[in-house]
C-alpha cells in the first residue's frame, strides 16, 4: 500500500471533494483480514480520538464508539437511564432525520478505506441505517457547530442488522484527507462500535536532520503481519502512550521448547534508523527472555522470512516493565533507508510498544 506523506498546505490543497465511489459490502468473517493488516482503524481512542458533539446519548455514551475492545453485555443490569449497553443509544422517536456523533481522527488526518459498525447487543433498537460524513478543518469548534455545512458524504446511507458486524470497503482509497467524521444513523437507535479504517496522512518534519518515530501509527505506520497475537494484537506495539495494563500491548501465547514470535511493521516513511525503543510496560512475568531487531527496503509488504531483511539489533536481553533505548548497541544503520522493521521476541510473550526512530530519506 501507498504512503501519502504531504504537508498540511499540501492537505488543504487537495480538500476539494469527497468520495463518491462505490462501496461493497464485506463478510462478517472476512472483515479483520480486508483491513487490520492494510489499514489502521483512524479513530481508536487509544490515538488520542476525541468525540467533539452528538445529538443525544440518552442510553448509552457515544464515547463507547471508539473503545478498542469488542462489546461486552451485562444482562440484567440497569442505570438510571435504562438497560446498561456497550455502545452509543439514543432516545426512541427521534425527529429530526437521523442521529449524529462528531469525531475529530486520533491523527493529523486521515484518508478512508472503509467503515465498521458493530451493533453487537443491539437487538430491537439497533440502528437501522448509518451514513458517514468527513471534513478537513482545524477548527474543532466549527465543526462541532450545528450550522457547519463543511461535510461530504465518505459512504452513502447503509442498512444495519441486529447485534452483528457490517464492514464496507470503498472501492477506492478518498482521495482526500480528512480531520474530522460525522457518523450518523436513521433515525435513532444504538451501534456498539465504530471503525474508520484508512492510511494516516502525517506531517513530516521540515528538516531532513530532524528524528522522530518512523513506526508510529499516526506517522502512518501499520503493522502488516505477526507470528501470533493470542492475548493482545500486533497493532498495539506503535500506539502513543505506555498504555494502561497488559491488555494494550502484544502478546503472544506460551510456547515450549525453541521457538521465535514477530511483528512485521511498515514504517510511515522511509528512513534512516537512528534508535529504537522497546517497552515492556506492565508485562512482569511474560516478558520475552531476548529481544532482537531487523529492517529492510523493500518495494511492499515482506514476509517475515523474505530475503532481504538485515539485522539492526543484536538479541538483548529483555526485563519486566521496563522502557529500553538501544542506539550505540545498533548496526546496519548508517546512511541506510528502511522502509520496514521486524520485531523478534524470543522464544514468547509480551512487549507493549516498539518504536522506530529516525531520519525521513530525502
Not at 498540511?8 to 468520495?19: P, Y
Not at 511483528?263 to 510511515?268: A, E
Not at 528502511?338 to 507493549?352: E, S
Request: aromatic residues 10%; proline residues 5%; negative net charge.
Amino acid at each position: 500500500m501507498e504512503i501519502h506523506t504531504v504537508s498540511i498546505d499540501d492537505i488543504k490543497d487537495t480538500v476539494t471533494v469527497g468520495s463518491t465511489s462505490n462501496v461493497r459490502a464485506i463478510p462478517i468473517d472476512q472483515i479483520d483480514s480486508t483491513f487490520k493488516s492494510q489499514y489502521i482503524d483512524l479513530i481508536s481512542a487509544p490515538l488520542g480520538s476525541k468525540i467533539l458533539s452528538f445529538s443525544d446519548e440518552w442510553f448509552a455514551s457515544a464515547s463507547n464508539l471508539t473503545t478498542p475492545t469488542p462489546p461486552i453485555r451485562k444482562p440484567g443490569v440497569f442505570t438510571h437511564a435504562g438497560a446498561w449497553y456497550d455502545g452509543w443509544e439514543t432516545r426512541r422517536h427521534n425527529t429530526e432525520p437521523a442521529d449524529w456523533v462528531v469525531i475529530r481522527l486520533g491523527v493529523a488526518s486521515g484518508k478512508v478505506a472503509g467503515v465498521e459498525i458493530d451493533t453487537a447487543f443491539f437487538n430491537g433498537n439497533h440502528a437501522p441505517e448509518i451514513s458517514v460524513q468527513g471534513t478537513f478543518c482545524a477548527d474543532d469548534e466549527k465543526v462541532k457547530d450545528k450550522a457547519y455545512d463543511g461535510w461530504e458524504t465518505i459512504l452513502g446511507i447503509q442498512e444495519c442488522g441486529p447485534t452483528q458486524r457490517h464492514g464496507w470497503l470503498l472501492e477506492t482509497i478518498t482521495q482526500k484527507a480528512y480531520t474530522h467524521v460525522k457518523l450518523l444513523m436513521y433515525p435513532d437507535g444504538g451501534i456498539a462500535r465504530f471503525r474508520l479504517y484508512g492510511v494516516a496522512v502525517p506531517v513530516f518534519p521540515q528538516s531532513a536532520d530532524d528524528v522522530f518515530e518512523l513506526s508510529a501509527t499516526v506517522m502512518g505506520g501499520v503493522a502488516t503481519s505477526c507470528s501470533d497475537q493470542h492475548f493482545g494484537t500486533k497493532d498495539n506495539l506503535l500506539l502513543p502512550g505506555r498504555g494502561k495494563d497488559m491488555g494494550d500491548g502484544w502478546e503472544t501465547k506460551r510456547t515450549r521448547g525453541e521457538h521465535v514470535d514477530w511483528t512485521v511493521v511498515r514504517l510511515g516513511a522511509k528512513g534512516e534508523i537512528d534508535h529504537i525503543i522497546i517497552d515492556t510496560a506492565h508485562f512482569r512475568g511474560n516478558f520475552p527472555q531476548k529481544v532482537q531487531v531487523f529492517a529492510g527496503n523493500f518495494a511492499s509488504d515482506p514476509k517475515h522470512d523474505e530475503a532481504g531483511w538485515v539485522e539492526v539489533l543484536e538479541p538483548q536481553k529483555s526485563g519486566p516493565d521496563v522502557e529500553k533505548e538501544y542506539k550505540s548497541e545498533l548496526k546496519e544503520v548508517q546512511g541506510k533507508p528502511y522502509t520496514h522493521a521486524k520485531l523478534v521476541i524470543i522464544p514468547d510473550g509480551g512487549v507493549k510498544r516498539f518504536r522506530v526512530f529516525g531520519r525521513k530519506a530525502v
